[in-house]
C-alpha cells in the first residue's frame, strides 16, 4: 500500500476556503512526485541531463567536437591506442578470402567457374586495382575503414566505375557538407530533408550525399553523389539516427584524465631522481656576546661532488629534500582505467592493456571468447555492409566487360546464381593449441562441426589445406615415406 497523505496547514486551509484550489494543489504535487529513484532530482543529481532530444537534436552539437578530441587521442595517447589497435588487428587480421559458390544449370557448384573468379578478385584487391590512388590493397582499405569507424563513428566509401576500371575510394566524413539543410531533386515537388550533408527521404533514408570536394581547400562547393554510388559506415546507436557518432565518446573523458594523471606522476618521478639539501643556522643573526657579530652568508649553492669533505660554519645543519612519491594506489587507478575504457568497447583488460599477469587459462580463455564475440559483430557489419556489395556490383562489372568465362547473356538470365558466396574470415589462434586440436578431434568424428567450419576459425581455406595435403601425400609416397595415418 502507499504512503498515506497527511493534508499540512496549507491545504488544511485552502480546503475550507475553497476545496477545488485545494485538489488542484494536491494533483501538483501527486504529479511531482517521482516513483523511480533514477529520476529523483536535487542536489545529489545536480549536473545530471534531464531534458530528451531526438537523435540527431542531441549529437548535431558535440559530434565534431568528439571526433576532433577523438582523433587527438588517437594521435597521442597510448591508451587510446591500447583500443584501436587489437581492434583492427583482430577485425582485419590477414584479411577476408573469398570463396565463390555459383552454380551450375544442373544445380551442382561451377568449380571451374569458381576458381577463375576467386583468382580474378585476388587479382583485382591489388592496390592498383581496387583503390582510385593505388596506394592501399583491399586488406589496407578495411584497416583504415576500421580505425575510422571506431575513432571518427564513420566513414564513406565511394564506389567508381567506368568502362576502363571499377575501384574504391576511402573518404572521411568530415567532406559531408553540413551547410546544405535541404534539397529538390529534380522533377520532385518537395525538397529532401539533409542531415549533416545526408539527403534523406520521408522515412530517413540516405538517396544522396552532398560532399565537398576538400576539405582543407578555400572552395567550399560540394557535389551530390546518390547513394547508389556511396557506401556509407556510420556507427548507429539510436532508430532515428542518420549521422554517425564516435562509439569512444563515453570513454573520451577518462582516457584524457589518465593521460594527465601519467604526465604528473612522470614528472614528480623525474623531480624526485634529483638528490637536494640545504643548510639550516641556528645562530641568531646577531651572534653571541660583546662585539661578536658574525657576518651573515649570502644565498649560495654547493655542488655535490664523490669524496666531498666540506666545513660548516658554527650552528649550521644539513637537511635533505625528499619529498613523498607517487601514491602506490597509481598503478591500480590505471588499470582500473583501462579495464573501464576496455570494456566500454566490448573490449577486456588484458586486450586493452596487454597485461597478462592477472590472468590463467581459464579466465583468460573466458576473456577471448567474449572479445571474440565482439570482433565478430565488427566483421559480420563489414561483410553485410561492405564487401558482398562491392562484390556483387564487381561481378556484374566483370560480366559487362566479358571477363567472365560465361557470356554477358548467360549471366543476366541468373545472376544470383554466379553471385553466390561466402567469406573466410580472419582466424585466431588459441592459448593451447593442443586442447583445441583435441576438442576439434572429437567434434569432427562426432559430427558436431565440419572442416569447413574448423578451417574457417583458423581463417583458412579447407579445399586449400586438402589440395595441400595431397600433393604431400604425393610427395611423400614418391619418395618412399609414409605419411600420417
Request: overall charge neutral; charged content about 25%.
Amino acid at each position: 500500500m502507499g504512503k498515506e497523505f497527511t493534508p499540512g496547514l496549507i491545504s488544511r486551509v485552502l480546503g475550507w476556503v475553497n476545496p477545488r484550489w485545494a485538489l488542484r494543489r494536491e494533483l501538483s504535487r501527486q504529479a511531482l512526485r517521482q516513483f523511480y529513484g533514477a529520476a529523483k532530482t536535487g542536489r545529489a543529481t545536480d549536473g545530471w541531463t534531464t531534458v530528451s532530444a531526438g537523435a540527431e537534436t542531441t549529437n548535431r552539437g558535440s559530434r565534431d567536437i568528439i571526433r576532433a578530441r577523438a582523433r587527438d587521442l588517437e594521435r597521442n595517447s597510448d591508451v587510446m591506442g591500447g583500443l584501436i589497435h587489437p581492434m583492427v588487428s583482430n577485425v582485419v587480421g590477414s584479411g577476408y578470402q573469398l570463396q565463390a559458390k555459383a552454380l551450375r544449370a544442373d544445380g551442382a557448384e561451377d568449380e571451374p567457374f569458381n576458381t577463375q573468379v576467386e583468382e580474378l578478385w585476388k587479382r583485382w584487391s591489388r592496390p592498383q586495382n581496387c583503390d582510385i590512388r593505388g596506394l592501399l590493397s583491399l586488406s589496407e582499405m578495411l584497416e583504415l575503414i576500421v580505425r575510422r569507424r571506431l575513432v571518427d563513428g564513420g566513414v564513406l566509401v565511394l564506389k567508381i566505375s567506368d568502362k576502363n576500371r571499377f575501384c574504391l575510394q576511402v573518404v572521411e566524413v568530415d567532406r559531408l557538407d553540413t551547410s546544405v539543410t535541404a534539397f529538390t531533386p529534380p522533377g520532385a515537388e518537395t525538397p529532401n530533408r539533409v542531415e549533416g550533408g545526408i539527403e534523406v527521404d520521408a522515412y530517413s533514408r540516405p538517396v544522396a550525399y552532398h560532399l565537398r570536394g576538400n576539405t582543407d581547400a578555400a572552395d567550399l562547393g560540394s557535389k551530390r553523389v546518390l547513394a547508389r554510388d556511396v557506401i556509407y559506415l556510420p556507427v548507429l546507436t539510436r532508430a532515428e539516427q542518420v549521422r554517425e557518432m564516435s562509439p569512444l565518446c563515453s570513454s573520451l573523458s577518462r582516457i584524457d584524465d589518465i593521460n594527465e594523471f601519467i604526465a604528473a606522476a612522470l614528472q614528480k618521478e623525474k623531480t624526485l631522481s634529483y638528490f637536494g639539501a640545504f643548510v639550516t643556522n641556528s645562530v641568531p643573526g646577531g651572534g653571541f656576546g660583546r662585539g661578536f657579530a658574525p657576518t651573515p652568508k649570502e644565498n649560495q649553492e654547493l655542488a655535490l661532488e664523490q669524496g666531498m669533505i666540506t666545513y660548516l660554519a658554527p650552528g649550521e645543519d644539513v637537511k635533505t629534500i625528499n619529498p613523498a612519491g607517487v601514491s602506490a594506489s597509481s598503478g591500480e587507478m590505471l588499470r582500473t582505467t583501462q579495464r573501464l575504457t576496455g570494456s566500454g568497447q566490448g573490449l577486456s583488460y588484458e586486450a586493452a592493456s596487454r597485461d597478462m599477469s592477472q590472468v590463467n587459462y581459464s579466465s583468460a580463455r573466458q576473456g577471448l571468447l567474449e572479445d571474440r564475440k565482439t570482433y565478430g559483430s565488427w566483421q559480420s557489419y563489414l561483410i553485410d555492409h561492405l564487401l558482398t556489395p562491392v562484390y556483387e556490383e564487381w561481378l556484374d562489372w566483370m560480366a559487362l566487360q566479358n571477363r567472365l568465362p560465361v557470356s554477358p547473356q548467360d549471366y543476366a538470365k541468373s545472376p544470383e546464381a554466379y553471385q553466390r558466396h561466402i567469406w573466410v574470415r580472419p582466424g585466431w589462434d588459441w592459448i593451447d593449441p593442443l586442447k583445441e586440436a583435441s576438442a576439434n578431434r572429437v567434434a569432427l568424428e562426432t559430427c558436431q562441426t565440419t572442416l569447413q567450419e574448423i578451417c574457417a576459425s583458423k581463417g583458412k581455406d579447407w579445399r586449400d589445406i586438402i589440395a595441400q595435403r595431397k600433393v604431400e601425400m604425393e610427395a611423400l609416397g614418391e619418395l618412399g615415406g609414409d605419411g600420417p595415418s
